[in-house]
């Protein structure tokens, strides 16, 4: 199994910054608490050839579960996310306001294998980080989750292309394109579309993603299932990972969750 390169160093700028280096060993002694203020965090693990990975923050494991200390911490496998994707949960996790030490660590590896940084977040702002790139050219991306105000009868989405050997996405609603040149690492701007025929709970049957490759053929990506409970004011992120021309884990996939 490929993994995370032991030494990277980086600068992330979207509001937040970070800075990466090689660690040590983990600490010993791990809680997996949430507090109940501070800012609002979500993780993706998008990061192609990367096993499964735990989350921590300030030392404390940050992913699993959330409920009473001590509960056993899980891990994120690739694709997936803290909290879960896919869901009609709308909850960020929180870590505190101000500099936050964060790492994510690839299990099982012998030494540790991770990456490490700081995040510095304000209070009651929302953030979503992903790990992303190809083992061994792995680097986070994090991006400012701007949460848009309810207006009449619309929601908002926003795709995030998470495809390292891609040039740009684009995003088709109910046969509609509605986001296009979305390139490598992009897509932090929510736009505003209305809901056709508007009644509660909505649901949108249909939605595709078109990834475009350098010198390898495009591939469009039909959803496999619906985004429920469309309401006015409703947040969406839909983000692709994979490879275009992979195949197996590392075929290209489609994947979303709400923000609000």
Avoid at 63 to 91: K, M
Avoid at 116 to 143: R, W
């Amino acid at each position: 199994m490929k993994y995370f390169k032991n030494i990277i160093q980086s600068t992330i700028v979207f509001g937040v910054g970070i800075t990466l280096f090689s660690c040590g060993n983990e600490h010993s002694v791990l809680q997996n608490l949430t507090p109940a203020e501070g800012a609002k965090v979500r993780f993706v693990h998008a990061a192609v050839d990367v096993g499964n990975v735990e989350l921590s923050v300030n030392d404390k494991k940050f992913t699993g579960l959330l409920t009473i200390s001590p509960a056993v911490p899980g891990t994120i496998a690739y694709g997936g996310g803290y909290p879960v994707l896919g869901t009609a949960n709308t909850e960020y996790a929180r870590m505190p306001a101000g500099t936050n030490k964060i790492k994510v660590t690839a299990v099982g590896t012998t030494p540790e294998v991770s990456i490490t940084g700081e995040v510095k977040a304000e209070n009651d702002k929302s953030y979503s980080i992903f790990a992303v790139g190809q083992a061994p050219n792995v680097s986070p991306l994090v991006l400012n989750d701007n949460i848009p105000q309810p207006s009449g009868t619309s929601f908002f989405v926003r795709l995030v292309n998470l495809v390292p050997n891609s040039t740009t996405a684009e995003l088709s609603l109910a046969g509609n394109l509605v986001v296009k040149d979305i390139p490598f690492k992009g897509g932090e701007a929510f736009i505003t579309l209305p809901i056709p025929n508007y009644t509660l709970g909505t649901v949108f049957t249909g939605y595709s993603v078109t990834v475009n490759g350098d010198k390898i053929p495009s591939i469009t990506l039909n959803s496999a299932s619906n985004i429920t409970n469309i309401i006015p004011g409703r947040v969406i992120t839909i983000f692709v990972r994979g490879l275009v021309g992979g195949t197996g884990a590392k075929a290209p996939v489609m994947n979303w969750y709400y923000n609000k």
